[in-house]
């Protein structure tokens, strides 16, 4: 599988280039489907996130990472085809719902999915308002959700930087969030927003990232 190929083949080069660490995770759940709800810093976390996992990681990645293009988009693209990643067009409401489904499948099918409740990358560094997604997700599989915090991948690729640097990075996986008393609310819009809004919580705590309570893609678009 190409997944498990990439994985074993460039892993060890990648963990030592960034002297990767992993705090947490014994808050993982070794079996069984499993929501990773984590901050969203550089376009490099979705590879090193995976790396402190022994279980397959499935992401959810914007449609032009799967078009080819330029030589390092196309490695990108064939791997994203070839490993099982859903794409999803941002641009596209229909299409981004569509995706959510495939996203609830493979939860629960028993995988492990990783999604970034901002839906998008952090312009600069802080926490942005997260979308009802991940609420939805969660609330209609019933799989735990784990917060997690990304440190260090800004300074490895930041936005607008084309080749990587070195740079220490760490991933702090914490306790599954606790979301009994939301328990089959998933039609509610309320709960959607208060669920979102928990979960950005936890991932706070961990990150310590200063935390805007507006949309990310809102900011990228007044900048």
């Known amino acids: 599988m190409m997944y498990e190929h990439v994985k074993r083949l460039s892993g060890p080069m990648l963990r030592a280039a960034v002297r990767l660490e992993a705090v947490g995770l014994e808050n993982v759940p070794r079996s069984n489907g499993v929501i990773l709800a984590s901050n969203h ?10 790396l402190v996992l022994d279980r397959q990681v499935t992401f959810m990645a914007k449609s032009e990472y799967f078009a080819g293009g330029p030589w390092p ?3 990108i693209s064939s791997f994203m085809q070839g490993s099982g990643q859903v794409p999803v067009d941002r641009d596209n409401q229909r299409a981004a719902v569509a995706s959510l489904d495939a996203c609830l499948r493979v939860v629960k099918d028993g995988g492990v999915f990783c999604i970034y409740p901002e839906g998008t990358r952090s312009p600069d560094g802080r926490l ?8 939805w997700l969660a609330l209609t599989s019933g ?4 917060p ?11 936005p607008r930087r084309a080749l990587p640097r070195p740079a220490k990075v760490k ?3 914490g306790k599954p969030v606790d979301l009994s008393a939301y328990e089959g609310s998933a039609g509610d819009a309320r709960a959607r927003r208060a669920v979102s809004d928990l979960i950005t919580q936890r991932i706070a705590e961990l990150s310590r990232q200063e935390y805007v309570p507006v949309y990310a893609a809102k900011v990228k678009e007044q900048g």
């Open 41 to 50: 810093l550089s376009i490099v976390d979705s590879t090193f996130l995976p």
């Open 73 to 75: 988009m196309r490695i």
């Open 128 to 135: 942005y308002r997260a979308k009802t997604g991940v609420a």
């Open 143 to 146: 799989a735990p959700v784990v």
């Open 148 to 158: 997690v915090a990304m440190s260090g991948t800004d300074r490895v690729l930041p």
């Open 171 to 173: 991933v702090t996986f």
